[in-house]
């Protein structure tokens, strides 16, 4: 385990320093880390068999203690996302994630203590799917984490600020107001290093806003003392990938070949990254910080992004998943 561990975190390494915006980099992260554990439990277990039976009656009973309780706390921040940001589907992840776990764990609990096989088999194909989903969302969490601590680019000649949505149609929310002001930090860190970069801000007008947002958010930064010349809008975009083509192609005309330092929230940064990746956009990206009580909902907003990105390789590798435990009912 401990020769796997070493390929897959040079793996690892590689691909970070060539191109750290791949998710596989996340993936190879995810699998070190789980060779690792694996041979550590194992020599345990060979060295001090009594001390691992505890161990093991603890680790069986932990998880289901943890899932509980963090089922509880996504159930609470869900009630807490809709009563201050009202309803939508984005909002009621939180809420839905946490309904989901606590009905997986109630259907395993059943099938083992019934031992009902017409249960065993659609428990046995919820864990392995969750144990699934659950490993990539720790291999997601612990690479985002690792990726917004890399420091940016200090050759950029551009900062793009991504936008959301205004309150009222006209205002900058307070999750905006954070990327901007992180923006302008980045910026005048460029400045101080003998750059003379230009800030972009970026989103188009949603249905129900009175203005676009690029406007908006140049609104904020010029009130605030952000010199007006300096200043750059691009007000077409309607979604993140959009405003990445959309800066991508001004950044292309103002300063042919420039890099830039993406400004979002930290939650989205990751996912932002990968998506500047695909537009071809030259840059690192740098996340500012969210409402601890928006985060939980906001991230798996983002992971479920992820996985509908990729849904055929997910739903490959869960149809394999499935494949065992089908094959059993189908013969019993």
Sequence with gaps: ??????????????????????????????????????????????????????????????????????????????????????????????????????????LTWAAVVWQNRDLSVPAEMVLLVGGYLSFLFVCFLLYGFLYTRLPPRRDAAFVVVLGSGLIGGSRVSPLLAGRLDQGRRVFERLERSGRRPLLITSGGQGPDELLPEAEAMAGYLTRNGFPADRLRIEDRSRTTEENLRNSRALMQELRPEASCVIVTSNYHAFRAALMARKTGVQGTVVGARTAAYFWPSATLREFAALLSAHRTVNACVCAVLLLPPLAAWWRG
């Design 1 to 106: 385990m401990w020769g796997a561990a070493a390929v897959f975190l040079v793996l690892f390494a590689v691909g970070v320093w060539r191109e750290p915006r791949r998710l596989r980099n996340a993936v190879l992260l995810g699998l070190a880390l789980a060779c690792v554990t694996l041979d550590v439990v194992g020599r345990l277990g060979e060295e001090h068999g009594r001390v691992v039976t505890i161990a093991a009656y603890v680790l069986l009973v932990l998880p289901v203690v943890s899932c509980v309780l963090l089922a509880g706390v996504l159930i609470a921040n869900g009630c807490i996302i809709v009563r201050k940001e009202g309803r939508s589907l984005s909002h009621l992840l939180s809420l839905m994630a946490g309904i989901a776990m606590l009905t997986a764990l109630a």
